[in-house]
């Protein structure tokens, strides 16, 4: 029981998986008949997988994982090369530093922290892609921020029932 | 320590490490994330200011590519599955309407084929170059770039067939985009819609010589520096002049729709609907121009020589 818990490849794959998914999510296009504006409304999925396993398991999931998930996001996304890689560093950052206390608010308290860090995030790019001279501001862009915020409660306990489910230590 | 049963001790050890492991050492997460900061910063910057980062590019989209293709699975299973309950009557008259249509366009092929070489023949006495037909290769999308500033799609043609940066785009309308990064299976294509891209026109009737921008609106172009005087009118065909050598002459740009002369304004404002149909076709062309083609085995034949 315990040589299976401490074994370090514990449900490496279950973590694997679910960046995969938020990836495909991150990409899949839009139906043909949906208004523009339901692309703003598209949440951060990669984002939000990456703040819940810095959340559960800091000592696995850190700044490695969140700069490599980044440089895979900017390679899907045609984005420069670095863009999404140093938002999610600093998102890794402020997740880790503050998972203590992420742990014991509960799910809403944990909600505002996400809306301010995916804002956080947003900014980032837009800061790296206006000094490029590649992306006008537009308010818009704040409404993915608010989609993550909303959809954290979910993702948040999905992520949890699996994470117990396959005993991911 | 020593009466206790070793798995209890076992235990212990094993608390003690989680309890370690509780607290993440802050130093070491600051230093990483100065480190991993700074390295993607660079990165950035190389990206940005030369093409150094094309090769990795190019290498990470093949890693990515399962990605994007379980990506475009749903909207690719939906059309399979609307094929799939289309009644037996509703095919058998969507293919008379295609057997129609066929004969139509080739009897139209026959004369194209009858005027183009009547047009070379007259373009040989008046001394100047043959134009040829242009060479295509069909493309499926595969992608579309999920910010909706962006207008971007990803093909599932790449180097392996042959595309090169900057290669035309067409659909069965128009004029789509032209090719802007590659990868083995891959590529990336810059629609005509962004705003960061702009086409050289002619307006078909007038040949007046004139700019279009993209608005990043899909069905909308904008036409820039258009005087007020200028020989231009609602409902005028603009098509690609081949001036700026990216795109070759002559294919469906747009049709203009709008016309305002604002005397506060230089300038006339003058917006085209573009004639592809740049938020609906699945299948693309990639236009093969002669001298790209002249290219090709010219290069290799060098390579042989020496």
Not at chain 2, 1 to 25: C, H, W, Y
Not at chain 2, 186 to 205: A, E, F, G, M, N
């Amino acid at each position: 029981m315990a040589t299976v818990a401490d074994s370090p490849s514990n449900g490496t794959w279950v973590i694997a998986l679910t960046f995969f998914v938020a990836m495909i999510l991150a990409v899949m296009p839009m139906p043909e008949f949906a208004p523009v504006v339901l692309g703003y409304l598209r949440p951060e999925w990669v984002v939000l997988v990456l703040i819940y396993w810095i959340i559960a398991l800091p000592q696995r999931v850190g700044i490695a994982v969140a700069w490599s998930s980044g440089l895979f996001v900017d390679v899907l996304l045609g984005s420069l090369l670095g863009q999404h890689a140093v938002a999610y560093v600093v998102v890794a950052y402020v997740a880790s530093s503050l998972y203590q206390r992420l742990r014991m608010f509960s799910v809403w308290q944990q909600s505002m922290i996400v809306f301010a860090t995916i804002g956080l995030n947003q900014l980032i790019n837009f800061w790296i892609e206006s000094i490029a001279g590649l992306t006008d501001w537009n308010i818009w862009y704040l409404l993915t921020s608010v989609m993550s915020a909303f959809l954290w409660p979910w993702i948040f306990l999905m992520l949890r029932y699996l994470r117990r489910r396959f005993h991911v230590s | 320590m020593e009466n206790l049963p070793p798995g209890v001790a076992g235990q212990v050890t094993n608390r003690d490490e989680a309890i370690k492991s509780l607290f993440l050492e802050e130093t070491t997460t600051g230093y990483k994330m100065v480190g991993f900061g700074i390295l993607s910063i660079v990165l950035v910057v190389v990206d940005h200011l030369s093409d150094y980062l094309d090769e990795i590019r190019a290498g990470l989209t093949v890693i990515a590519t399962p990605v994007l293709i379980a990506a475009d699975l749903p909207s690719r299973e939906a059309n399979e599955i609307r094929e799939m309950f289309s009644t037996r009557g509703d095919m058998r008259s969507q293919i008379g309407e295609l057997r129609q249509e066929l004969i139509l366009l080739k009897a139209k092929t026959e004369k194209m084929a009858a005027l183009a070489a009547e047009n070379n023949r007259l373009r040989g006495l008046l001394g100047s170059a043959a134009k040829l037909q242009d060479n295509v290769l069909v493309a499926e999308l595969i992608g579309v770039d999920p910010d909706p500033e962006k207008h971007e799609v990803i093909i599932d043609k790449g180097s392996r067939e042959g595309v090169f940066v900057g290669q035309p785009v067409l659909d069965a309308q128009g004029l789509m985009g032209q090719v802007i990064s590659l990868s083995h299976f891959t590529s990336r294509v810059l629609l005509i819609s962004d705003p960061s891209h702009s086409v050289p026109v002619q307006v078909s009737r007038s040949n007046l010589r004139l700019i279009a921008q993209g608005t990043g609106v899909t069905n909308s172009l904008e036409l820039v520096h258009v005087q007020d005087t200028a020989d231009i009118q609602v409902g005028d065909l603009l098509v690609s002049s081949g001036l700026g050598k990216r795109f070759p002459v002559g294919y469906p740009v747009g049709i203009v729709n709008k016309i305002e002369h604002d005397p506060g304004r230089p300038f006339a404002i003058v917006t085209a609907v573009p004639s592809a149909l740049l938020d609906r076709s699945r299948h693309v062309l990639l236009v093969f121009t002669e001298k790209e083609l002249a290219r090709i085995p010219e290069v290799s034949s060098d390579g042989d020589g020496r």
